[in-house]
């Protein structure tokens, strides 16, 4: 009587959750079933208590859950508006240098502050080249999706997301960049494609009407200086890297990209917060700065060790565990609101790269996907039926269903947790 006792006691505490077998056994199973590897992990978001643990300490390929570190990198070092531009004056110039901001005449932000500065400069305007240690693509990306929108280059000077967009309308034909009009080669193929190491691209010859194509071109500083000419009307002297303003022009807020970055998984942001971190707290522009000064001042006591090799998870050599998914999760919980958090990350069954999971369910995850060919990982917050919030990090490796399968049944798991916790 005193053991049943003393159970019932542990029961209501919360040191042993009736849950848990009851999960573990859906867990095994699904980890059995798709012939990969899985890890869980739960944490109660109030207390940061772990509820359940399946190979949590084990490491993944966690894909675009690594845009939670860029996040959580971002929010710590930059504020809460974007500076697309550092300044100073002379008597008779206006010097600028980039920060990397790629919100500049990107089509899913509506800013024109930077534009309307130079435009409106009574001085000569010189553009200060960036102290640039940063390839155009990440470590371990893929060597064949230089082709694909999702894998545009990284730069110090992004403009247009450094993507060309192509499209059919009654008006005509509408190209951004329109640098590119004369680049554009009709031919039999399917899709918007870029000839590679040059900005010559091909275009489908029976393109729709409303259809529209976006594509990588290869950028630098003197293509992006050309693109602001054209759109400011102003002449832009390029000169050599030189001293750090401490003016800026400011653009977005912080959040927008965020969002943006979160709820359509752009790598592209992801990679370039990480060159604005480390062009904010040195004079140079790279990722692996950044990550290493965040790994230094922010990440020095996650429960196990990681890989991190880029921004937006596009990498291969990325390797992380349930575990620290979860702690830095707890960490943006404790840092920001539940309404900044339910904003930021999408709502299964409605946004962005979660709109095709839980359609049917009201809504109760806001979480990141990380989907590379064989590995699936959803990691993010879990309101449940008895309102209480969790953090989830669910990662699998080397499974061999398709993503819809591994969707459908990891959907069936935070089902379960809903219900049962």
């Avoid at 920060?99 to 500049?104: I, N, R």
């Avoid at 293509?223 to 401490?246: D, N, V, W, Y």
């Avoid at 917060?273 to 000064?293: F, G, N, P, Y």
């Avoid at 922010?298 to 349930?322: I, K, T, V």
Wanted: hydrophobic share 40%; proline share 3%.
């Amino acid at each position: 009587m005193r053991l049943k006792i003393f159970i019932a006691v542990l029961f209501a505490l919360g040191f042993i959750s009736s849950c848990a077998p009851g999960l573990s056994r859906r867990t095994e199973a699904f980890e059995k079933d798709h012939h990969g590897f899985t890890g869980m992990i739960l944490l109660d978001a109030a207390s940061g208590k772990e509820l359940f643990q399946y190979n949590a300490h084990k490491t993944f390929t966690p894909a675009s859950n690594t845009k939670i570190l860029s996040l959580y990198a971002a929010i710590h070092f930059l504020d809460d508006s974007i500076h697309t531009f550092r300044y100073r004056n002379t008597e008779d110039s206006l010097i600028v240098s980039a920060t990397g901001d790629p919100g500049l005449l990107n089509p899913e932000f509506s800013s024109s502050a930077a534009l309307e500065f130079l435009r409106n400069s009574r001085d000569s305007i010189y553009y200060q080249t960036a102290n640039w240690k940063q390839a155009a693509y990440g470590a371990g990306w893929s060597w064949d999706d230089f082709t694909y929108a999702f894998s545009p280059q990284i730069s110090a000077i992004p403009v247009y997301g450094n993507n060309l967009s192509f499209s059919q309308s009654n008006k005509g034909v509408i190209i951004y960049p329109g640098i590119f009009q004369d680049s554009i080669i009709y031919s039999d193929v399917d899709r918007l494609k870029k000839l590679e190491g040059r900005n010559q691209f091909m275009v489908p010859q029976n393109i729709q009407k409303q259809d529209t194509f976006r594509v990588p071109f290869e950028t630098s500083e003197e293509l992006s200086i050309q693109i602001l000419e054209q759109q400011t009307g102003r002449s832009i002297t390029m000169i050599p890297p030189g001293q750090k303003a401490s003016k800026t022009i400011k653009s977005i807020a912080s959040d927008s990209l965020y969002k943006q970055m979160m709820h359509q998984s752009d790598n592209l942001i992801a990679e370039q917060l990480l060159v604005m971190i480390s062009e904010k707290l040195t004079d140079t522009m790279s990722t692996r700065i950044a990550i290493d000064q965040t790994r230094k001042m922010l990440l020095n006591d996650l429960p196990d060790e990681f890989q991190w090799a880029d921004g937006s998870g596009l990498s291969r050599y990325n390797m992380n565990s349930p575990a620290n998914l979860a702690n830095i999760l707890q960490r943006i919980w404790n840092k920001k609101t539940e309404t900044w958090i339910t904003a930021i990350f999408p709502t299964a069954g409605k946004d962005g790269t979660l709109a095709d999971i839980l359609t049917d369910e009201n809504a109760f995850v806001f979480a990141k996907s990380g989907t590379l060919k064989n590995n699936y990982s959803l990691s993010g917050y879990l309101k449940t039926n008895s309102d209480r919030l969790l953090i989830f990090s669910i990662m699998n490796s080397n499974h061999l269903g398709s993503a819809e399968q591994i969707k459908a049944e990891i959907s069936k798991l935070l089902i379960h947790i809903r219900n049962r916790y």
